[in-house]
Every structure is written in C-alpha cells, then in structure tokens.
C-alpha cells in the first residue's frame, strides 16, 4: 500500500536513475522486456547526460526490435541539481538509482525523494553513508510516508531475506527463532563489479580521513536504531578458520562488512523477531583437509592486501584502480549468463534444533542477479499491497514475503529449505 501524500504532479511508476551506466543498462532491459510501458505501469529513465540516455535506450531498442513497446521517456537530472530533482522524484511513485558511490553522488537524491514522499531503492554498500541517511532523514522519512530502501543487489537481498526467510520457517517449525545463523558462500562464479569496487574504495578513503567513520565502519551494529546498538556480535571475520559445523576451512568474506549489518538492522526493526542474543556471521567455504587451509590463508591476505594497498594513496592510485574494474566496466553477456551464486545459511535454536537452507541466484552476483533483485524490489514498492509506513528500511523489514515471491517467480533467486 502506498503510503505518504498524494501527488498531483505524479506520471509514472517507477523512474530509474542512472540509466545509462553498466547496471542502469542491464536494468532498462530488463524492464524493456518484462515490463512495457502501459496504461497499469509506466516508467521512464532518468540521468545526468540526454545523449548518453538516448544512445543507452536506441541501443536496447535495436538489440530487441522484436519487441513493440511505447515511447520510453527520458528525463535529465543532475545528481547535485536538487531543483531538477525535485522535479524528477515528484514525477513517480519510485526513484530506483544506481548512481554511486552514493555517498559522493547519491544524498542530495535521498533528500529529494523524502521530501516529496517518494519511495526509493539503491545498491548501496557504503556502510557510514547509510548511517548519515538514516540519521538525516528517518523522521521526515515518517511524516512524508517516503519509503527508503539501501542495500538492494547482491549486497544485502541474498543475506537479508536468507535470515528473513529461514527465520519465517523456524517460527513454524519450532515455534522459536533461531538464536544464531552462519552464512557460507559456498559457490560464486562472476566477474567484479567496478561499482561494488568504487563503493568499497570510497568507504576505505573516508576511513582514512576520518575516525568517527572509521568507527560507524567497524561497529558490527552501526545501522540499528541509535540507542539500540548492541547485541552478541563483536567483529566480522578477520582470519582463516576452520569451521566444524560444516567440516571445512573458510575465509572472511569481503561483503560480510555491509551484509550483516543490514541483517541486524532488520531485527531491530522487526522489534527483534530474530531475539535481542541473535548472532550472525558471514565467510567464504575454501575446502578442506590442507589444501582448503592454504586457500583460506590465500584468501585472507589477498583481503588484507587490498585494505593495505586501498588505504595508502600511491598503491591505491597505480595498482588498486588500474588492476580492478572500474565503475562502469564489467562481465560480458555470456559473464553474466552463466555465472550464479551459491549461498549456504546454517542456524540454530537455543535448544540446537537445527535448520539449513541455499539461497542461488542464476546469473553472476555483481550485475545480472543485482539487476534483477533491484527491479524487483522497485516495483514490488511501485505495485504491490505492502503495509510498510515511510522510514529507512532494510529490503527485508519493508517486502518480506512480496519480495521474495517476486525474487523467486521473475528474478532466479531461489530460497530452498534443505
């Protein structure tokens, strides 16, 4: 249910923002192919440059002349325009931007779309910017019935609505929550994404010159509510483990830093559904027996490298930024088509009652299933009867179930109990 004032200027569904970038492409397909234009939805694409939308739209046009749509609009905007933004977010239902690293590009947006209590959708993983929006523009975000969801790709959907989904089916099960869930990345296969990169590079120089970010970074429970902080959690994983629930070695999880604080903010939101001792953990499976040891201390200090090499502005500027994809670079078609994603989550009851589910995606994590999880959580804000009043929200403390029905019908993300 659409929640917030009326807007009498309102024309269209959904306007995605940032169009003409890699993933802003790969979702204007998406929605040219399974969402035409029509008199029960519209939407139009939107960004900084009319050429680069125009070519981005003739593009896909040509690429799928097989399909007779109607006219796409195209809207221009500056991300540092608030008039033209205001202009722009007070034109639809929802705002879905891919234009990041949000905290460089992407607040004076949230601020538009709160005060016109538009709902709005990103990809955002910069863990002390999404701190800034919910400090900034919670009560607002209330009063104006502005629905704002962070952290809608691969980061965090595949966590959030994992924990969300397995905790759902333990409440039927054992009519208790799970007081402790594990998540492995048991299998991912795809090329790097230069947005994720930038995002992360972004929140390592913003550390560097500041402490108190540094330390909303590190602060397992920096995106709860500012007086409920706290919990069981004290740091991600830091080194090579062996873990004997699954009798295998694993390795820190590079994701890990944003995933599982958006996972503990839904709890908190969800008035701790999950149990105030919830904990929650992410890591990468290496193997096993010595061979698994030796990937997972690999894999540890390539991490540790990187955090080095990004911190230091010489390493970073001639080896970081010229060796890794940059913002707008990524896998090719058939990359993304045959890459997937398999994600292992194990949980357990105060009383060791244990339950165990996978969470797959069907195309590679960084840009084809990202693309699709984000024009779903769009129009699932955009078209479907949820109850959610305005705030900062957590894909899972917004769409719940509606969110994963559509991630499960349209997008290839399959949650399965094993």
């Known amino acids: 249910m659409k929640t917030g004032k009326s807007n009498n200027n309102m024309i269209y569904d959904v306007i995605i923002y940032g169009a003409s970038s890699f993933t802003g492409k790969l979702i204007t397909e998406y929605f040219y192919i399974n969402y035409p234009n029509s008199e029960n939805f519209s939407w139009a694409i939107a960004g900084r440059n009319p050429e680069k939308l125009k070519t981005t739209l003739n593009e896909i046009i040509e690429k799928n002349s097989h399909i007779i749509s109607p006219k796409i609009n195209l809207i221009t905007a500056d991300s540092n325009d608030i008039s033209a933004l205001n202009k722009l977010t007070s ?106 990169v930038a995002s992360i590079l972004n929140v390592i120089i913003e550390g560097g010159k500041n402490r108190d970010t540094a330390k909303i970074v590190a602060h397992p429970y920096s995106l709860n509510p500012r007086d409920e902080m706290t919990g069981p959690d004290k740091y991600d994983q830091r080194s090579s483990k062996y873990n004997e629930t699954i009798n295998a070695w694993t390795a820190p999880f590079i994701m890990a830093a944003i995933n599982t604080r958006i996972v503990r903010r839904t709890n908190a939101l969800l008035n701790y559904r999950y149990g105030k001792d919830f904990s929650y953990s992410e890591s990468v499976i290496s193997g096993k027996k010595i061979s698994g040891s030796l990937k997972a201390k690999l894999l540890t200090l390539t991490i540790g490298l990187f955090y080095i090499f990004s911190s230091i502005s010489f390493t970073r500027k001639f080896f970081i930024e ?18 997937f994603f398999k994600l292992l989550l194990i949980g357990k009851t105060k009383d060791n009652q244990k339950l165990t589910i996978e969470v797959c995606g069907d195309r590679d994590p960084g840009y084809g299933s990202t693309s699709k999880m984000l024009s779903e959580t769009a129009i699932c804000l955009a078209c479907d009867e949820v109850e959610t009043k305005g705030g900062v929200w957590t894909p899972a403390s917004a769409l719940s179930e509606k969110l994963i029905s559509r991630l499960q019908t349209k997008a290839g993300v399959t949650f399965k109990i094993l």
């Open 322 to 339: 010229k060796l890794l994809p940059k913002p707008g670079q990524g896998p090719n078609a058939h990359q993304r088509k045959t890459g």
């Open 91 to 196: 034109q639809t239902k929802v705002i879905l931007t891919t234009v990041g690293p949000y905290a460089k590009y992407g607040s004076k947006l949230v601020q538009s779309c709160v005060s016109n209590g538009t709902d709005y959708c990103d990809l955002a993983g910069e863990t002390q910017w999404i701190r800034k929006m919910i400090d900034t523009h919670q009560e607002e975000a209330e009063k104006n019935g502005s629905r704002i969801i962070h952290s809608c790709g691969f980061d965090s959907i595949p966590s959030d609505l994992g924990v969300f989904f397995m905790q759902r089916e333990a409440l039927k099960r054992f009519q208790q929550p799970l007081k402790k869930i594990s998540l492995f990345v048991k299998a991912m296969k795809g090329g790097a994404s230069g947005g994720t």
